[in-house]
């Protein structure tokens, strides 16, 4: 496959490409533009270019566009749904989900987009102003560079690509090297559905890409999702010319099960709020912590549900758990497993690993003073169980890490369950469910080393357009 710039699939300006690896059978799927810095910089010019009539379209005429779009997807759906489920080794029925959340989040944005009012302050409001009318209009910020991660490619292109461009904004979507395929299509869709050329372009490589985008000064708007370590990078490029920039960052959020809890209900929801997507999910619910007195139930129950999960081909729609997005990423969960065992953990479930392929892995009996147990974040098919005594510690070992993205308790008690949400350093809380719950209408964003800012129906518009305030002075006699 090729970039998209300017409307024209294009090569690298080197004419180098990147090999695209399917992560179960480890063979070479297609191939992407290694891209440069130039060509970076070509898609800023560009996007600048495209914005200054884009932003002038209505938002009914962008909404058409997107329509058109939303149909294009759902006639191309199995071939979207395969190619993902090959580049990023997702089992094909989670492909399928996040192929079908398209529309789902496009259709919500285009409404909120329609209703995206202004504010009137009246005369008289404050003294020295009886005759004067002020009113603020939303502006789109310009030039917007999309970095979008590996695990879940369309759900954060839906995320920031929708809202930005109805908001009158171009963007450039640098793809995850690893897996960029399924996001080339759906910028190609974007173009047949009748986007005007510069107004999506997508732009393959390596962090250098990246980092020159950032750069840019030509760019008005960064959002971002991936590591901490890649978004404080960011962040720090993005700086140089004072570039509003929102991230959403690591986790590792806390999973909390009390004494009263239901354990039936909380075995279940850690199959989905952990082994979703082979585990690799940053709001999925990484620390298990425990109450000593329901830990034994909890652990047998578990063990018991873990061990049926499928593993095998993405392919194969009895598949539970697929690979991991590269055997690199597998290599790395492994040597943190072997880490937590010599830090006190006892492996009871899993702990092998073939290729790219982790068997889903359930440690127990992690001390408190673990790595895992606060900021050791491990993007796999892996259960952290630490065991606890009460509420109290439940909450000191949650508050204990550098992240704050979601975490959730398991209790029959809603006055404990609700001062534990109010207690938890996070920007999500789930009661009675998995940590990992992200609808398309809240607002998604952490505290702490989590991220900077919020994405969701409900708040990227703030994220992607600036207020402006007109004031008529005097306007009243």
């Given at each position: 496959?090729?970039?998209?710039?300017?409307?024209?699939?294009?090569?690298?300006?080197?004419?180098?490409?990147?090999?695209?690896?399917?992560?179960?059978?480890?063979?070479?799927?297609?191939?992407?533009?290694?891209s440069t810095e130039k060509d970076a910089k070509k898609a800023v010019e560009y996007a600048k270019k495209a914005q200054k009539s884009w932003k002038g379209v209505p938002v009914y005429q962008?909404?058409?566009?997107?329509?058109?779009?939303?149909?294009?997807?759902?006639?191309?759906?199995?071939?979207?749904?395969?190619?993902?489920?090959?580049?990023?080794?997702?089992?094909?029925?989670?492909?399928?989900?996040?192929?079908?959340?398209?529309?789902?989040?496009?259709?919500?944005?285009?409404?909120?987009?329609?209703?995206?009012?202004?504010n009137v302050i009246p005369a008289g409001t404050e003294a020295g102003q009886d005759k004067t009318l002020q009113f603020t209009v939303r502006e789109p910020l310009g030039v917007m560079v999309a970095i979008i991660p590996f695990n879940f490619p369309c759900d954060l292109f839906d995320q920031k690509v929708a809202p930005a461009i109805l908001a009158g904004n171009t963007v450039i979507v640098k793809p995850p090297h690893q897996n960029p395929l399924t996001l080339i299509k759906l910028v190609s869709l974007l173009k047949d559905a009748g986007l005007p050329n510069g107004v999506v372009q997508v732009v393959t490589g390596d962090g250098v890409v990246g980092s020159a985008l950032a750069k840019n000064p030509d760019v008005h708007g960064i959002t971002f999702t991936g590591s901490t370590a890649v978004g404080k990078l960011t962040y720090l490029n993005g700086a140089e010319h004072l570039v509003h920039v929102a991230l959403e960052l690591g986790g590792n959020d806390a999973f909390i099960v009390l004494d009263d809890a239901d354990i039936d209900l909380a075995v279940e929801e850690t199959v989905w709020g952990r082994m979703y997507n082979t585990g690799q999910v940053c709001c999925a619910s990484k620390r298990f912590i425990v109450q000593k007195s329901v830990l034994a139930e909890f652990q047998e129950k578990l063990v018991n549900r873990i061990s049926k999960l499928v593993v095998g081909n993405p392919l194969d729609k009895k598949t539970e758990i697929g690979a991991l997005v590269t055997k690199a990423a597998c290599d790395k969960a492994v040597k943190q497993i072997e880490k937590v065992v010599e830090q006190g953990g006892k492996i009871i479930l899993g702990g092998t690993a073939e290729g790219a392929v982790l068997q889903p892995t359930i440690i127990t009996n992690i001390?408190?003073?673990?790595?895992?147990?606060?900021?050791?974040?491990?993007?796999?098919?892996?259960?952290?169980?630490?065991?606890?005594?009460?509420?109290?510690?439940?909450?000191?070992?949650?508050?204990?890490?550098?992240?704050?993205?979601?975490?959730?308790?398991?209790?029959?008690?809603?006055?404990?369950?609700?001062?534990?949400?109010?207690?938890?350093?996070?920007?999500?809380?789930?009661?009675?469910?998995?940590?990992?719950?992200?609808?398309?209408?809240?607002?998604?964003?952490?505290?702490?080393?989590?991220?900077?800012?919020?994405?969701?129906?409900?708040?990227?518009?703030?994220?992607?357009?600036?207020?402006?305030?007109?004031?008529?002075?005097?306007?009243?006699?």
């Open positions: 496959m090729q970039n998209i710039i300017n409307g024209k699939f294009v090569d690298a300006s080197n004419k180098k490409t990147m090999n695209i690896v399917n992560p179960y059978t480890g063979k070479v799927i297609d191939t992407v533009p290694y962008k909404v058409e566009i997107l329509d058109r779009f939303v149909s294009l997807v759902e006639e191309n759906k199995d071939d979207l749904a395969k190619t993902l489920s090959k580049e990023t080794g997702k089992p094909i029925t989670q492909a399928y989900a996040e192929i079908a959340n398209i529309p789902i989040s496009f259709n919500a944005f285009c409404e909120k987009a329609k209703h995206l009012y202004g001390p408190k003073t673990a790595d895992v147990a606060h900021d050791e974040e491990i993007f796999a098919p892996v259960i952290s169980i630490i065991p606890c005594d009460d509420v109290e510690e439940a909450i000191e070992i949650a508050n204990s890490s550098c992240y704050g993205l979601c975490g959730c308790v398991f209790t029959s008690d809603m006055k404990t369950a609700f001062d534990v949400c109010a207690r938890l350093e996070c920007g999500g809380t789930v009661i009675n469910g998995a940590s990992f719950h992200r609808s398309f209408e809240m607002p998604f964003g952490g505290y702490k080393m989590s991220g900077i800012g919020t994405e969701g129906v409900m708040s990227t518009f703030d994220q992607v357009t600036k207020t402006k305030t007109i004031t008529l002075k005097n306007i009243f006699r």
